[in-house]
């Protein structure tokens, strides 16, 4: 997408390999979101290619897209975006109301007991606290398990011990499940749960922390004016 002529992500080829938790760091501005809205398919890009399980994101029409986003992405944003009409539960399945796909029993219950939302499933979003909320939209994000998972500063409005509960079950998610996530974060400690540490600044990527550890992420923020 393009500001004012200046694009605000230029010339980048990115690969996540399936199973893997990437978190994407970089200074304000320097195009974290508009990279992420690109590859999940909320913008499209003005060239290149955004290639998703083989099929390119950026020649599908747009009902096919929605259709795709629907079925194979799941989204974690800093806001919860809970119906507050709904119940925890009734929140969680909505991607599957909306799509017409079937419940998996095991899996709802697997994702809400890994969740500690298990025992909170008939209360409105009003009834519980912030990070139970994230909680209940982190089950809903991956209730029709999407190849990826894309996260937007997911941590961003909790505290650090509901942070870390969050950050913990996506890990597990990758670890046990071979779920793909990819995370924008400014937060250096969050991004220590990830696999690897992508930096991008000024719409282009620069380096890369693999095995992150907070010291190394800071370091490599440090070098580009994170």
């Not at 939209?137 to 209730?143: D, F, G, H, Q």
């Amino acid at each position: 997408g393009a500001n004012g002529g200046v694009p605000a992500v230029d010339d980048v080829s990115i690969e996540f390999a399936s199973g893997t938790f990437t978190a994407i760091m970089g200074p304000s501005g320097s195009g974290k979101s508009t990279l992420m809205h690109c590859l999940s398919g909320l913008d499209t890009p003005t060239s290149g290619l955004v290639e998703l399980a083989g099929v390119d994101l950026t020649a599908l029409a747009d009902q096919e897209l929605t259709r795709l986003r629907r079925d194979h992405i799941g989204f974690l944003f800093q806001a919860f975006n809970l119906l507050p009409t709904l119940t925890a539960e009734e929140n969680i399945l909505l991607p599957l109301t909306l799509s017409g796909a079937a419940v998996d029993p095991g899996w709802f219950t697997l994702l809400v007991t890994a969740l500690g939302v298990d025992q909170r499933l008939g209360h409105r979003p009003a009834q519980l606290s912030g990070g139970q909320q994230q909680r209940v939209a982190a089950a809903r994000s991956l209730i029709h398990r999407p190849a990826v998972l894309f996260a937007d500063e997911p941590t961003g409005a909790l505290d650090s011990n509901s942070g870390a509960t969050l950050l913990g079950f996506l890990r597990a998610m990758v670890d046990d499940h071979g779920q793909t996530v990819v995370m924008v974060t400014h937060d250096a400690t969050a991004a220590t749960y990830a696999d690897r540490v992508q930096l991008i600044v000024d719409g282009r990527l620069t380096d890369v922390v693999e095995a992150p550890t907070r010291a190394r992420v800071l370091q490599a923020l440090s070098r580009v004016g994170g």
